[in-house]
């Protein structure tokens, strides 16, 4: 756990602000990965005629109110600061939930398209030759259509998803326009319970 509060100046912000003033003024301090030591800055502070005995925090406060430093952390110390693990590799886009067709889905291509075939069927076998909405089969003498339920004009993102597409005899598919998003597979299961 961390003594210090958010917002609160560190002992190595403390330090860095002492330190840049010094070294301002003309000390030289080492620098790099080795931090001034308590005694350097102490031997620094004397030349400038301020004596602080004690080290640490103690060392630093004094010597912030001896140089005149105000007790703020240096707005640019976060930000300088390199992040201490590497960054990440850069990942892969998200695979979407459902493949995006290569053709535009508004357009009458997409029925030729393999993809739009594929997922076609995929409807077909799910829901079987029967329509969701009146039931006819193609026994009836109908043509089944598989339906997009949200329309491939308006949401071609759902073209080739199964979950938009239910199974309707052509009577009832050609009677639903974009306008309508009926979703009939629901009324349809509430027919067979009954
Ligand atoms: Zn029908």
């Known amino acids: ?13 403390m330090r860095g602000l002492v330190v840049d003033v010094l070294r301002a ?20 502070l004397l030349a400038e005629g301020i004596r602080i ?17 105000p007790m703020q952390p240096k707005p640019a110390a976060k930000a300088e600061r390199k992040p201490r693990m590497s960054p990440r590799p850069p990942q892969k886009a998200p695979r979407p ?18 993809e739009w075939r594929r997922v076609r069927m995929i409807a077909l076998k799910r829901d079987g030759a029967k329509c969701r909405c009146c039931g006819a089969t193609p026994a009836d003498g109908v043509r089944m259509n598989v339906d997009h339920i949200k329309p491939r004009r308006i949401f071609p993102q ?18 639903k326009g974009n ?12 027919r067979a319970d009954t």
Not at 36 to 43: C, G, V
Not at 97 to 114: C, G, I, K, N, Q
């Open 1 to 13: 756990m961390s003594r210090n509060k958010p917002g609160r100046i560190t002992f190595a912000q």
């Open 25 to 44: 003024r003309g000390h030289r301090l080492r620098g790099g990965s080795e931090t001034p030591a308590n005694f350097e800055i102490q031997t620094a």
């Open 53 to 69: 005995d004690g080290f640490g925090r103690h060392l630093m406060r004094e010597a912030m109110v001896a140089l005149g430093i």
């Open 97 to 114: 939930a459902t493949p995006v067709s290569p053709v535009s889905p508004a357009t009458p291509d997409f029925l030729m398209t393999y």
């Open 158 to 175: 759902l073209a080739l998803d199964p979950n938009n597409l239910q199974v309707l005899c052509e009577d009832c598919n050609h009677g």
């Open 179 to 190: 306008w309508d998003m009926t979703d009939w597979r629901e009324s349809a299961l509430l």
